[in-house]
């Protein structure tokens, strides 16, 4: 190639800021959030022990020319029966399944019953647990929470 030489490229450095998300009024103050309240502490030691993730340095695209470790199908709420074939590894989503896309009270039902469960303490298992490397919150038994 004839020329002057081509400048290397180099990827920009992301910059994070941490943006305080509104709060939500229906659920009110209660700290119970076992990871804490710095977002950036959230990650788990054994995810942070692995550096930054998944498939961020050593992505290979000719990895995805298989079949994908998990097939996402989507439903209709309309039918009461999903009758598209489907295999072990297969995930269906039915959007608005149990109400309007906009629709939380069975979210905020839910949070109260279990918040509620939780204070009386009378309920082994029933307190959240950071999962997913602090990704998400989990219940082990929602025993006690009539509409889990």
Sequence with gaps: REG???????????????VEAPKDEKLGELQDDPRGEDPTKRITKK????????NTESFDP????????LRVQ??????????KPLKHDD??????????EDDWSLYYKLVEEMREIQAKGDVKGSEWISWHEGAHL????PTGSETF
Excluded: W
């Design 4 to 18: 002057p030489p081509r400048p290397a490229y180099h990827k920009p450095i992301p910059e994070y800021r941490i």
């Design 91 to 100: 995930v269906v989503i039915v959007p608005e399944l149990f109400g309007a």
């Design 62 to 69: 000719a990895s995805t020319l298989v079949r994908p470790d």
């Design 138 to 141: 989990i219940c082990k038994n």
């Design 74 to 83: 989507v439903g209709s709420n309309r039918t009461a029966v999903f009758n």
């Design 47 to 54: 995810a942070s022990s692995r550096g930054n993730g998944r």
